[in-house]
């Protein structure tokens, strides 16, 4: 087989909102249509593997994406006859004890020859002719299954285990850890790419490949791509995503005339004038922070208003935005994050989210 483009979770289908979600999805395609395509053109690539969290909702899939979906990613690996592999995530699951329901069991039914679901745990290679050997394995929902795959990793010893894992001790944000889930030597010391924990991280042989893009402020100034795997050798490229939405911090000082830009990859800062380049707001979801509620801080906040897909206006001093910064990395654990943080971070006051806090440890205490 030699390489197959490799992306971890997608979350299609995020927002609620019907505008927003086809906002964000237009901006998700573009990944798709303006980097993921080509090169597998370019390169010759004809397989892509998907490492589960395709979907967002589990229960209520809009018709809108899934007609999106049909249209933008599966028509086109029809048409030039690729592969795109999949292993079932948390999100993509109707029941939480049991895969036997999938979102996108539609698609699997009607592009057989392009589409493969892993619905179980499978040892798996990508072409006859690979050397190596992987293990695919979805959400796993019971103690005896991960019993059962534990015993398969002992007894057959593959070469790389694909999954979409909760581990114990890698990050969910970025000052959080999340003490539940499998132990690090689970899986002896044989090498793991998975899914689930948006955040790129990396620990001895467990490599969470994080989101291709960013989905939440939770993915503010994270570095966000592709990779490109060679199955024969297990080297990787990674390809650095820079055409998706970003989550921007915009700070205007009015006695310095300046606009500082955090969010791009580097901190710019540039003098406010009628020449000032508003242009790179385009599409991003943007927080700005302001000293003074004046007309010249008015009439920036309206130009980006006009480009930028959301802001959030705040007026502030640094101990405010050191405050609105730990708010974002309130580190309250869940096995199922990706919700709770996706509410949280969408939540606006401080009231809604303390409430929010505290509805959600209510509950906790009620399934325990």
Known sequence: MAKIIVLGDLHFDLSSSVIDNEIIYNNQIRLWKETIFPLMKERNITQILQVGDFTDKRTTFSQFIQHKLKEDIFDILEKENYVLNYLLGNHDIFYTTNR????????????QNNFK???????????????????????????DEKANVQKIIKRESPDLIFGHFEIADFHVSKNSKDTHGLDKNYFKDIPVWTGHYHLKQEASNIFYIGTPSENT??????????????????????????????????YLDSEQKTIEVVGLGQVMV???????????????????YIDKDNSVNKKIIDIIDEIAFKIKVEITNQERIKQEESEEITDSISTDFNIKSTIYNNLETDYQKLVFNDIYKKSEMELK
């Open 100 to 111: 036997s329901i999938y979102t996108l069991e539609i698609f699997q039914k009607a592009y």
């Open 117 to 143: 679901v892993f619905t179980e745990p499978m040892l798996w290679k990508f072409d006859k002719k690979d050397s190596k050997t992987f293990f695919m394995v979805p959400w796993l929902c019971h103690d």
């Open 217 to 250: 402020w939770e993915d503010f100034e994270e570095e966000k791509g592709i990779y490109i795997l060679d199955t024969d050798t297990l080297e990787y490229e990674f390809i650095r995503n820079d055409i998706s939405m970003r989550h921007l911090k915009v």
């Open 270 to 288: 540039s003098k406010i004038s009628a020449k000032t380049d508003y242009s790179i707001f385009k599409n991003h979801k943007l927080k700005i």
